[in-house]
């Protein structure tokens, strides 16, 4: 069982910035997608970012393109979303997962998720 604890979140007015943080228990060497997803209420959850654990490739739901960065830090098992220009749309509960080699941005395809942490963007 994989443990994913994110941290990061915040308020913020639109225009500034968060780092979204994901601790997780296990981070071996693979192939398989660290995924961010968000949820609005009353909308369903969106993928925003993915990045294969062997770093390899990475891919952004249009939206966040130029604006949000994922990375990880292997020596801390932590997977990271660095959030600039913010804005009132990007509001919303923010999860970390953990999928398999054909995860990207498909919420389907993951198995192991965070308890969330809450990102509000005020205008």
């Known amino acids: 069982q994989v443990q994913l604890v994110e941290s990061g979140g915040g308020s913020v007015q639109t225009g500034g910035s968060l780092r979204l943080s994901c601790l997780a228990s296990?981070?071996?060497?693979?192939?398989?997608?660290m995924g961010w997803f968000r949820q609005a209420p009353g909308k369903e959850r969106e993928g925003v970012a993915a990045l294969r654990r062997d770093g390899l490739f990475a891919t952004y739901v249009d939206s966040v393109k130029g604006r949000f960065t994922i990375s990880q830090d292997i020596a801390k098992n932590t997977l990271y979303l660095q959030m600039n220009n913010l804005q009132p749309e990007d509001t919303g509960m923010y999860y970390c997962?953990?999928?398999?080699?054909?995860?990207?941005?498909?919420?389907?395809?993951?198995?192991?998720w965070g308890q969330g942490t809450q990102v509000t963007v005020s205008s």
């Open positions: 296990d981070y071996f060497y693979g192939s398989y997608y």
């Open positions: 997962a953990r999928g398999n080699p054909a995860s990207r941005l498909v919420a389907g395809q993951y198995t192991y």
